[in-house]
C-alpha cells in the first residue's frame, strides 16, 4: 500500500512569477499586483544595451538585484515579498530617470 505524502510547508503555493520586460528605456511588468510571499521575478532584456533589475519595498531598506544582463538575455530573482508597495527599477547609468521604472503591490 502507498499512502500519499502529507503535504509539506514546501508544497505550499507555487511562487508568483513576474516578468519584467527592459528596453530603451521603458519597464514593462507582465502583472501589476501578486500575493505576498515567494516570487520569482524575471528580467527579459529586450534593449540593445545592458540592464538590470532591482526591487526595494517602499520605505524599505534592503535591495535586491539581478546580475548585469545583456541584450535577448535573461535573469530571475526568487525574492520573499511581505505586502506593501515595490519599486522596480534599472540601476545602470541614468536608465531609471529615463523611464526604466514601474511599480509592484503585493497583498
Ligand atoms: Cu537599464
Known amino acids: 500500500m502507498v499512502l500519499a505524502a502529507p503535504p509539506?510547508?514546501?508544497?505550499?503555493?507555487?511562487?508568483?512569477?513576474?516578468?519584467?520586460?527592459?528596453?530603451?528605456?521603458?519597464?514593462?511588468?507582465?502583472?501589476?499586483?501578486?500575493?505576498?510571499?515567494?516570487?520569482?521575478?524575471?528580467?527579459?532584456?529586450?534593449?540593445?544595451?545592458?540592464?538590470?533589475?532591482?526591487?526595494?519595498?517602499?520605505?524599505?531598506?534592503?535591495t535586491h538585484r539581478t546580475r548585469i544582463v545583456h541584450p535577448g538575455n535573461v535573469a530571475e530573482l526568487e525574492v520573499r515579498l511581505s505586502a506593501g508597495r515595490y519599486t522596480l527599477w534599472c540601476t545602470l547609468a541614468d536608465h531609471r530617470l529615463r523611464g526604466m521604472e514601474a511599480t509592484l503591490v503585493v497583498r
Open 8 to 62: 509539506t510547508a514546501s508544497a505550499q503555493q507555487a511562487p508568483a512569477r513576474v516578468q519584467v520586460s527592459a528596453a530603451e528605456f521603458s519597464f514593462a511588468v507582465s502583472r501589476t499586483a501578486v500575493r505576498k510571499g515567494q516570487a520569482i521575478l524575471q528580467l527579459v532584456n529586450y534593449g540593445e544595451d545592458d540592464h538590470d533589475l532591482a526591487v526595494r519595498r517602499v520605505g524599505g531598506v534592503r
